[in-house]
């Protein structure tokens, strides 16, 4: 069970952008770094954005996160038909003691 | 170029074992913690547990859902970990990603491919 909370879907027109929420609490989002993952269809999950808004190297500046309070967002601006795949938030829980993932998004172009 | 390569996947029955190995190249092993998540089919993903490094006395956590059942070792003389998997149960089909951990913060920056566990009769 998902302690972070997504919606299931989203989509947009190419060059559009879209933004995907990610809902935690206090022992999650609220006292630790988001991380957002991209996977593809087919393929592993690959880091996306790290310490709630960073790129790593590679990663376009389509992409951006944020984070407020229990709450973080990933968007993608100027969408393209390859960023289709199902977008994951992530943080470590201090009161589980171990890593919680959203319930993932799927994205899609229109 | 850092890659981790999972292996050990296979059909078991419920009840039974199964160890899955990870060889990791093209990084200093010894000083990543790293993870196993799994992914069951057209699920999300789920953290399983990790094991830090020896600066960390290599300690381990796990997800509930497999405590106790599930053990992760590593051994850094082969750049390897392990994840040991008694007291399968159905709910444990999926696929299994080893993972690891950025030295500087959280993110799982670098992911394997994936080996397939089934449990079933």
């Known amino acids: 069970q998902s302690v972070l909370t997504q919606p299931p879907s989203a989509s947009g027109t190419p060059g559009q952008r879209v933004t995907i929420s990610c809902s935690g609490s206090?022992?999650?989002?609220?006292?630790?770094?988001v991380y957002w993952y991209q996977q593809l269809p087919g393929t592993a999950p690959k880091l996306l954005i790290y310490?709630?808004?960073q790129r790593p190297s590679g990663v376009p500046d389509r992409f951006s996160g944020s984070k407020s309070g229990t709450s973080a967002s990933l968007a993608i601006s100027g969408l393209r038909s390859e960023d289709e795949g199902d977008y994951y938030c992530?943080?470590?829980?201090?009161?589980?003691?171990?890593?919680?993932f959203g319930t993932g998004t799927k994205v899609t172009v229109l | 170029e850092v890659q981790v390569v999972e292996s050990g996947g296979g059909l078991v029955q419920p009840g039974g074992s199964l160890r899955l190995s990870c060889a990791a190249s093209?990084?200093?092993?010894?000083?990543?913690?790293m993870n196993w998540v799994r992914q069951a089919p057209g699920k999300g993903l789920e953290w399983v547990g990790r094991?830090?490094?020896?600066?960390?006395?290599?300690?381990?956590e796990y997800a509930a859902s497999v405590k106790a059942r599930f053990t992760i070792s590593r051994d850094d003389s082969k750049n390897s970990v392990y994840l040991q998997m008694n007291s399968l149960k159905s709910e444990d089909t999926a696929l299994y990603y080893c993972?690891?951990?950025?030295?500087?913060?959280?993110?799982?920056?670098?992911w394997g491919q994936g080996t397939l566990v089934t449990v079933s009769s």
């Open positions: 093209g990084f200093t092993f010894s000083d990543h913690y």
């Open positions: 206090s022992s999650n989002i609220g006292t630790n770094n």
């Open positions: 310490r709630n808004n």
């Open positions: 094991i830090r490094n020896k600066l960390n006395s290599y300690t381990t």
């Open positions: 993972v690891r951990k950025a030295v500087a913060d959280g993110s799982l920056d670098y």
């Open positions: 992530g943080a470590w829980d201090g009161s589980l003691s171990g890593y919680v």
